[in-house]
């Protein structure tokens, strides 16, 4: 009975061991819209007499990382949203190439707390040819005398162009 768990164990790894490692690599697109969540500030501390706590503004810098070595793909939008889904800005006006391996940023300042802590990216992209997605995140940053806190938040694809 053992003998007969473990071959079953055995097997079920095998099945799951091929899916779990081709979520790794992402299939080949040709474009996509991805979210990027953005917190312009978190809340910190104790909550006061009023149910309220304190707010920690924290700067964003949006990465959009061209991951393939061997084509452009074109940026065509890095639009930012506020907490209730208003455009606050658009980073990208006009349409940008990255070349391969080619990274690129957009800044969010640390006093700019428009977008609150529900804020986000979308960023579309689109390549002529079928290319690795670009890594999209942001990374937020927050300093105060000699300490700081960095964290970042990993862009999710939401739409991909056929």
């Known amino acids: 009975m053992l003998l007969k768990f473990l071959r079953m164990a055995a097997l079920g790894f095998l099945v799951i061991a091929p899916a779990a490692l081709a979520d ?17 500030d978190v809340l910190y501390g104790n909550l006061d007499g009023s149910g309220n706590a304190s707010r920690m503004p924290l700067s964003a810098m949006l990465s959009i ?22 455009l606050l800005r658009e980073f990208i006006e006009q349409p940008r190439t990255l ?19 529900g804020a986000n990216f979308l ?5 002529a040819t079928p290319v690795n997605p670009p890594i999209v995140e942001v990374v937020h940053t927050y300093f105060f005398g000699n300490q700081s806190t960095a964290f970042i938040s990993p862009g999710r694809p939401i739409r991909t162009t056929p």
């Open 123 to 127: 960023v579309v992209w689109e390549s």
């Open 99 to 117: 070349a391969p391996l080619e990274s690129t940023e957009v800044f969010v300042e640390h006093r700019d707390m428009a977008g609150g802590s």
């Open 65 to 86: 990382r061209n991951t393939n070595p061997a084509a452009s793909i074109t940026l065509k939008s890095a639009r930012y949203y506020d907490s209730a889904g208003k």
């Open 24 to 40: 790794e690599a992402p299939p080949l697109s040709q474009g996509e819209t991805v979210y990027a969540p953005v917190y312009s």
